[in-house]
């Protein structure tokens, strides 16, 4: 479930409220966890020794889907692709023209880019997710792990957690994921120069046409 608040994506593990009495982990747009919000009475919901357990869940699904928002802006197959207007040059309706011509030379350019940039975008991601890496937090309450661009711990003392305020757990647990943070994770590696132009001149379809001449 997407949490706007912020810009971050977010998942919550838990009953819904209006206050949000849900633990939720919210990730930035590269997929990096940025806050943990722990309810005041998350242990109505949640005993103690689940805690761990439950902020682990909800990290990857946060992270699972930005990667998934991510790679849906470039779904060729996506029924609804999502457009969007961008400032171009015309071509004032003729193909000939320099407008014109400089686009398509700039496009096939980028096509013959696309295979190795690809290949080597396609290296880096495989990488970073073979990235393993732990971290503690300050208090050494809370451990995180990461390992195949997902969380794959999240081991906190749950009789520590049965009596600390929420506010210290959730300072212990944000402490936990930046000692552990991947140094390059997945969403954060970036897209091709090819691959982003591409995806540039196609986001606006009206505007690509004017630039070829093929309409006014």
Known sequence: ??????????????????????????????????????????????????LGPAILTAANEAIAQRVTEQAAQFDLDDPRPNFVTREAPSANGDPDSPVAENLVKEVMQLFANYDSEL???????????KTTSHGESGGQ?????????????????????????????????????????????????????????LAELASDPHALSRQLGLSR
């Open 1 to 50: 479930m997407a949490d706007g608040r912020g810009g971050g994506w977010g998942s919550r593990f838990g009953e819904p409220d209006e206050e949000c009495a849900e633990i939720t982990v919210r990730v930035d747009e590269h997929g990096v966890v940025s806050d943990v919000v722990i309810p005041r009475d998350w242990r109505e919901s949640v005993p103690p020794r689940q």
């Open 119 to 129: 290949a080597t975008y396609t290296a880096q991601l495989r990488a970073s997710a």
């Open 141 to 197: 309450r809370v451990t995180v792990g990461f390992a195949n661009g997902q969380v794959s711990a999240v081991d906190i003392d749950s009789t520590w957690a049965a009596n600390a305020r929420h506010t210290e757990i959730r300072a212990e647990v944000l402490s936990a994921f930046r000692a552990a943070r991947p140094k390059t994770p997945a969403a954060a590696v970036p897209l091709p120069p090819s691959i982003a132009r």
